[in-house]
């Protein structure tokens, strides 16, 4: 019998991977990727009786695999928090899927293993995004706020590393990440012993550094275009520099610009955090656009539609 592991490459992924391995050890078959890979089922074939373990990928989005692993005899456990559609029923599934705003996978196995290592959990709640809820977790743990604040690192850098086009744009690829937190049950000999605590820090200070010192495409009080040259310090830091900004100037709508391995740009959108609206209307406009309200993008823009692309984004966002 084997036992696949499908996890997603960020922090809640790894954590979630992590906690869950404390807990049950031995056989393994890890499967993952950078964080924007979430077709991760697809990759695994399996026989009757193996088991698949999936955490951290939208339950839609792997509809297929899924019915293809159970139809082959596999027993799933399924762990999410992201779009999942109409859950199918089948002996052989189990999910654990909570789509609540507050709730992330890390948190969901955290649940199922009654707080066993729920310091690994916190560190991926702050990893998520989910800022309020990991610090009124820590508090309620009675975390020391210097505690607190080394898990919301923690949980940031480990998030920073699954960004990039491709593993060849990350410092570790998510499974040696795997590696090297996996014989830490407490997250705080990690970041005190561990080289790859320190390395994932320095990166994430230099691929910021650098992003901070470039200048806008364009840029009013209304908006601001960044397009990052073609590099993978660039790929790496695009979706954490984006949040920066977000962060930095509430009232501004941003897009985000990297060339992709086919020669286009990617293209990220968020709409200002005081207004988070029109984001998917604008990237609609475009063949390969898409998203939500507040978040929107465009997986490959031609390069030469890119003045085309910052004027309507002016437009479409000026006030
Ligand atoms: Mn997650």
Request: charged share 20%.
């Amino acid at each position: 019998m084997n036992h696949y592991y499908v996890f997603n490459g960020d922090a809640d992924g790894l954590c979630a991977l992590h906690q869950l391995r404390l807990a049950e050890p031995g056989n393994a078959h890890l499967v993952t990727g950078v964080k924007r890979d979430i077709r991760l089922l697809d990759r695994v074939g399996v026989n009757t009786g193996d088991r698949v373990t999936v955490l951290d990928i939208s339950l839609d989005s792997n509809r297929s695999g899924l019915m293809r692993l159970l139809e082959t005899g596999a027993i799933v456990d399924y762990f999410d928090h992201h779009h999942a559609g109409e859950i199918p029923l089948h002996h052989n599934l189990t999910t654990y899927i909570d789509l609540s705003s507050d709730i992330c996978t890390s948190l969901l196995v955290d649940q199922h293993l009654k707080g066993q290592f729920h310091a690994w959990a916190i560190a991926a709640a702050f990893g998520d995004n989910l800022i309020q809820k990991a610090q009124q977790l820590a508090n309620s743990f009675g975390l020391t706020q210097t505690e607190t604040e080394q898990l919301a690192c923690l949980g940031e850098y480990l998030n920073y590393n699954g960004y990039g086009d491709a593993v060849s744009d990350l410092h570790f690829h998510p499974a040696e990440l795997y590696e090297e937190i996996k014989s830490f049950a407490n997250p705080f000999d990690f970041i005190a012993k561990s080289a790859a605590f320190i390395k994932l820090a320095t990166g994430y200070k230099d691929d910021m550094g650098r992003a901070d010192s470039l200048q806008p495409l364009a840029s009013d009080n209304d908006c601001a275009a960044y397009l990052l040259p073609d590099a993978s310090w660039a790929r790496r830091v695009s979706g954490i520099f984006a949040n920066k900004l977000a962060n930095d100037n509430p009232r501004r709508a941003h897009a985000v610009i990297t060339l992709n391995r086919r020669g286009n740009y990617t293209v990220s959108v968020r709409a200002s955090l005081t207004n988070p609206q029109g984001a998917d209307v604008l990237c609609l406009q475009f063949e390969t656009g898409g998203g939500r309200k507040a978040a929107a993008g465009i997986n490959d823009l031609p390069t030469d539609a890119i003045n085309y692309f910052v004027t309507t984004f002016m437009q479409h966002f000026r006030n």
